[in-house]
């Protein structure tokens, strides 16, 4: 029998199958306030992949280095997690590689200038 818990996370990535895009909300890493983006994502089983727009220079992935915890909202689902960043370069590579499948490549060279970290969420 399924909790409350991992009904919602189902909910959860049955709108992330279905949307482009999610709200990131993330802590201030001064501030200690909330702030929240659009960003692009892409899902892989109970994985979900993040790219920070302009890499390691983001805001919100300076912020998440200070505190990983994050939350995701999509199609009225919403869910707390923690980010795992990553700096490895074959991992940054594949994580380029599922967003150039799902948006295009034209659009991720478009709107991504740096591409030398990226972000794994575990749906779990």
Given at each position: ?124
């Amino acid at each position: 029998m399924a909790t409350a818990t991992q009904d919602k996370k189902e909910k959860l990535k049955k709108e992330l199958a279905r949307s482009e895009e999610i709200e990131l909300t993330v802590i201030g890493r001064k501030t200690g306030r909330k702030s929240s983006r659009p960003v692009w994502f892409v899902l892989e089983g109970d994985r979900l992949y993040l790219l920070p727009v302009t890499g390691s220079d983001s805001e919100w992935f300076k912020n998440v280095l200070k505190n990983p915890r994050i939350t995701i909202s999509v199609g009225g689902q919403k869910g707390e997690f923690t980010a795992q960043p990553v700096r490895d370069p074959n991992i940054v590579a594949s994580v380029v590689d599922k967003f150039k499948k799902k948006y295009g490549a034209s659009d991720v060279k478009k709107y991504y200038s740096k591409f030398d970290v990226a972000v794994i969420v575990d749906l779990k």
